[in-house]
């Protein structure tokens, strides 16, 4: 489902933009200092003093008892649903979550969790929703464990939960006894974009991670934070799933070094997206899904142009986007400016114009026969 051109394809010219995804920033020289400074210790064994200091830090910013560290935010929500949750329960999560659709099936592969899925608009469900979705416990049906939401949401479009119908999501779960999960990759974005603590946002959420490799700038981590019990909980899995590390305090570092230096600066990636999306709104045929953060969903059905062909015709300008649920998508991040920003939109208008002076009576998408993907595959989250 995702697609996007090899971004070292030599016969192209050098990528200059990268809008693939928050993920492609590349550490800082200060934050590669902080690294090379680190003091280090053997994780495993709860001896890096650096990881230590992050882990209370993130706890403490999240309002939590206790935290750890891992590799990766896919590695949080594996660890989280089996710390929750038993083979054979039944998770409730949006139907366009990340765990539904880009962990590649994990938690049905190693936790034996069936997830049901629930609609709603631009990756959120109501408490209303969720309420329809429980049932009293039978033994013919799964039981019902785990509530988890997306902070942003991903493919509903860097969308924000805000804290009240975050407070009704929980009062619902908690009333029926389930525990919450909060997938936070992007979560101070959230809070950037609505002014609202993570504390504020993480209240009531039994676990709740953020990644350090999306927008923050970090060469990889994440924190996941919970109470004493589920954190102990959490390390048996993080152990049993071969996460547990030893000097990565080297890591930990680059993550304390973006909580001091990247979290205010996720506004500029929000006004870089909103300057985006507003100008690509102008040019004939694209439709934009206006973001709330750094994320930018685009559909150019109405150009005639196929989604491939964009994709492909923008990466020979040295631009990178990809496709993502359907749809086209361009993401901001601290290593994209707004002369990028203005750039990129000319581009995108020249590249349109140019396809519909050769094709001026282009078919609508729908009657055009799925077309096979001609350029290289990375997968992007
Ligand atoms: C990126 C992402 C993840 C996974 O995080 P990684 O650090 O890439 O493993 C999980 N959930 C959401 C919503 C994401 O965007």
Known sequence: MV????????????????????????????????????AVG?????ADPTVNRLCERVADLLGKEAAVFM?????CNIAATLAH??????????????????????????????IKPLAGARGQFSADTLRAALRPPDRHQAKQTL??????????????????????VVAVAHAAGLATHMD????????????TSPRQLAEGWDSVWIDFSKGLGAPLGAVLAGSRDFIDEVWRWKQRLGGSLRQAGICA????????????????????????????????????????????????????????????????????????????????????????????????????????RSRPRAEPRSSVPAQPMVLARTTVV
């Open 147 to 168: 509530v988890s939401v997306e902070q942003t949401t991903n493919l509903g479009g860097g969308t924000v939960w805000s804290k009240p119908v975050l407070d009704e």
């Open 253 to 356: 570092a680059a993550c304390i070094f973006a909580l001091d230096h990247n979290v205010h600066r996720l506004a500029g990636d929000h006004a870089n997206a909103a300057l985006l999306a507003s100008r690509l709104a102008a040019i004939d045929g694209v439709t934009v899904q206006f973001p709330e953060t750094n994320l930018v969903y685009f559909d150019i059905t109405g150009t005639g142009l196929a989604d491939d062909a964009f994709v492909a015709a923008l990466r020979s300008h040295g631009i990178l986007i990809s496709t993502l649920g359907g749809r086209l998508r361009a993401c901001t991040h601290l290593d994209v400016t707004p002369a990028m920003i203005i750039e990129t939109v000319d581009i995108v208008g020249e590249v349109v114009r140019t396809a519909q």
């Open 85 to 114: 949750c038993r083979a054979g329960d039944e998770i409730l999560a949006h139907e366009s979550s990340h765990i539904v659709s880009l962990e590649g099936c994990t938690h049905a592969a190693l936790g034996g969790f069936q």
């Open 42 to 46: 053997d994780e495993q064994i709860g």
């Open 71 to 75: 590799a990766t935010g896919t590695i």
């Open 3 to 38: 697609y996007a051109p090899a971004p070292d394809d030599p016969l192209l010219p050098p990528v200059r933009i990268n809008l693939l995804s928050d993920t492609q920033t590349t550490p800082s020289r200060a934050m590669r200092a902080a690294m090379a400074e680190a």
């Open 184 to 195: 936070g990759a992007r979560l101070l974005n959230a809070c950037v974009a609505s002014a």
